[in-house]
């Protein structure tokens, strides 16, 4: 689920393998999986049949697991081109695969996109994802996303949408931090917490933040409407939007 090398390495290590350790670190991940859970089974009310989901950054299930949680009816392509984290999705969600409702591809984001065809998956799902990538990156991404759904189908993300009151966003990402040192400092994993803050400084920096009104207008200029920023929480929130 990246466009470098750098972002592959990070969570081919210590990071991908313990990456469990990002409930501990910041629980409102695990919150947005499961915001983005409830909102693909929000739109499946809406359209009782079979749906076509794509995942972006699969990683090891945890997002994946809230949209099976939620609906029965739907068939999944897990998108993750780092095979440390999707072999730990292999075994946890291997019911699934096994059923024939999850799919999983190596490719990095943008490269499952384009081997897509116009106008087929009625949703796109993603937590704690798109802001990895770097922004000519997520553009294209974006772009890519908004040809491959249906008319009528939605984007749907739960990821880091930086504050764009920048004073008030370096709070909240100095209160993080802070949480970072006593989790990691309690478990003496030092080895984590320089790798979690070396991530997190790579967020937060100018070519990969995802700032609030920016990543809307990007929708917009896309093509998509009914946009919007619901559940924020910190530096997190809930955005969605319909291909019209």
Request: proline letters at 3%; aromatic letters at 8%.
């Amino acid at each position: 689920m990246t466009d470098s090398a750098n972002y592959e390495a990070m969570f081919s290590g210590a990071m991908g393998k313990e990456y469990q350790m990002l409930a501990l670190i910041c629980p409102l991940a695990a919150k947005m999986s499961q915001l983005v859970g409830s909102a693909v089974a929000a739109y499946s009310q809406q359209f009782p049949k079979k749906l076509r989901i794509v995942e972006l950054g699969g990683g090891t299930g945890i997002t994946t697991a809230a949209i099976f949680a939620e609906t029965t009816n739907s068939v999944i392509i897990s998108v993750d081109n780092e095979p440390t984290m999707q072999e730990q999705a292999r075994r946890n969600l291997q019911p699934y695969h096994e059923a024939g409702q999850l799919i999983f591809s190596g490719d990095d984001a943008l490269s499952a996109l384009e081997k897509m065809p116009d106008n087929s998956i009625d949703v796109i799902a993603s937590a704690y994802t798109l802001h990895n990538f770097l922004a000519p990156y997520r553009a294209q991404v974006m772009v890519e996303i908004f040809r491959v759904l249906k008319s009528g189908g939605q984007f749907i993300n739960g990821d880091r949408y930086a504050l764009d009151a920048i004073s008030a966003h370096t709070l909240l990402v100095q209160k993080e931090i802070a949480g970072y040192f006593k989790v990691f400092i309690a478990q003496n994993r030092l080895d984590l917490l320089e790798q979690w803050l070396t991530h997190l400084f790579a967020d937060e920096s100018e070519n990969h933040i995802m700032r609030e009104s920016v990543a809307l207008a990007q929708l917009s200029q896309v093509g998509f409407v009914d946009i919007n920023l619901t559940q924020r929480e910190e530096v997190n929130a809930l955005v969605t939007a319909i291909k019209p």
